[in-house]
């Protein structure tokens, strides 16, 4: 089967450079994955459930 994956970091992360987060998105994709990414733009290291589409990445995938 597949995997939904939802990739979320703050733009402003001072622990984790948020081009990791994009290198992943990058290597999944190479692999034939389908992941999403945001970016939050001030987000920092632990992003809110209402940022970046959390909530609306689970009623998508959970509620359909």
Known sequence: ????LLIVH??????VDVDQ???????L???GATPEL???EAG????HVDE???DQF??????S
Do not use: C, K, M, W
């Open 52 to 54: 970046g589409g959390i």
């Open 1 to 4: 089967g597949t995997v939904d």
């Open 38 to 40: 945001v970016i939050v």
């Open 10 to 15: 703050g733009e402003s992360d001072h622990i």
């Open 29 to 31: 994709q190479a692999q």
């Open 44 to 47: 920092g290291h632990v992003p």
């Open 21 to 27: 987060a994009r290198r992943l998105f990058d290597h």
């Open 58 to 63: 689970f009623d998508d995938r959970l509620l």
